[in-house]
């Protein structure tokens, strides 16, 4: 039997949602919307078009969106000066550094310029080390987004093996622990990974997040698993630019119980969970609860 296709555009949407309505209540509470403001250096066009979907999101949701631009040429310490002047002002609630910065900029350094409390996308040192220890802080948008697809297959997710490919710290090492929070049995593996297709065959959830089209073939995909496809590939096919995940859809959706489309899977989750840790963000700075 084919797979479930797990709809992230709708469970993004209907988070977003329930965000908007929380936002809305938040303004009312305390006389201002949370606000989000997006640092972009440079002019790539793939950012531009990101910052200002997030910017729109941003605003669909009541919440305030500030762009702060910058151009390509600008040094590291003009950038981190910007940083700085958002952390200190009491109107801002999360600030994101739009990525890649330009390469004459060091792009952990700068990111650890953002004060811990309004790091919505969670990579500062600090809420780095924070999800390690499991405690409270910002956590990464996307891995977020896979463990609220998970939870969509699966109510409880205690037990399973989990096996999530590729080790980045945006994306695999963040969802490994925040699967390991779950309970999850967690296998981390990666490029110097041997047996990976065996590997992966053991895994209840299979996550992917390579940047590879396609290297997770069918029949790496154990029976009745949920599979998670992170990957966001451009290829070229019968002449025509398309998206494709890390995974083998059409292979894998034979064996799988329930799996991510790319796109429209994993991806608009992300910017929901940006706008629930902006939410998150604003309430704890105001020492109240945030959104479940
Ligand atoms: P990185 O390039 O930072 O990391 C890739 C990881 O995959 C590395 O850990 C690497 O291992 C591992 N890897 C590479 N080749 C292989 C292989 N042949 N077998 C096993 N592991 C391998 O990528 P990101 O984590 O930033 O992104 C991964 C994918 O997710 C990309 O396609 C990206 O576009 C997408 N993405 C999607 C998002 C969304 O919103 N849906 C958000 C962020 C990313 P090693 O460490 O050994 O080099």
Not at 55 to 67: D, L, P, W
Not at 86 to 95: A, T, V
Request: charged share 25%.
């Amino acid at each position: 039997m084919s797979a479930r296709i797990i709809d992230g555009k709708a469970i993004a949407s209907a988070l977003r949602e329930r965000i908007g309505e929380e936002a809305r209540a938040f303004a009312k509470a305390h006389g201002a919307p949370p606000c989000l403001a997006v640092v972009l250096v440079g002019d790539d066009p793939a950012s531009q078009v990101y910052v200002r979907n997030k910017g729109r999101a941003t605003r669909e949701s009541g919440m305030i969106s500030i762009e702060k631009r910058l151009p390509a040429s600008a040094s590291e310490a003009e950038v981190a000066a910007v940083v700085r002047a958002l952390n200190e002002d009491p109107s801002i609630d999360g600030i994101l550094v739009q990525m890649p910065l330009p390469v004459h900029i060091d792009a952990h350094s700068v990111i650890n310029e953002i004060d811990p409390a309004k790091d919505v996308d969670g990579l500062t040192e600090t809420n780095a080390g924070r999800l390690l220890l499991g405690v409270q802080g910002l956590r990464p948008c996307t891995p977020e987004g896979c463990v609220i697809l998970a939870k969509s297959v699966r109510d409880r997710l205690e037990g399973l093996r989990a096996v999530v490919v590729g080790r980045s710290i945006l994306v695999g090492k963040p969802l490994s622990l925040l699967l390991l929070a779950e309970n999850c049995t967690v296998v981390m593996a990666h490029s110097k990974t041997r047996d990976l297709p065996e590997i992966c065959r053991s895994a209840d959830i299979l996550c992917a997040a390579v940047g590879r089209p396609r290297l997770i073939e069918g029949d790496w995909v154990k029976k009745g698993a949920v599979v998670l496809d992170i990957g966001i590939n451009r290829v070229e096919e019968d002449g025509a630019a398309r998206l494709v995940g890390d995974v083998d859809f059409e292979a894998a959706k034979e064996r799988a119980e329930a799996i991510t489309p790319v796109p429209g899977g994993v991806g608009p989750m992300t910017i929901a969970c940006l706008l629930r840790n902006t939410l998150i963000a604003a309430a704890r700075r105001r020492g109240v609860r945030g959104p479940a």
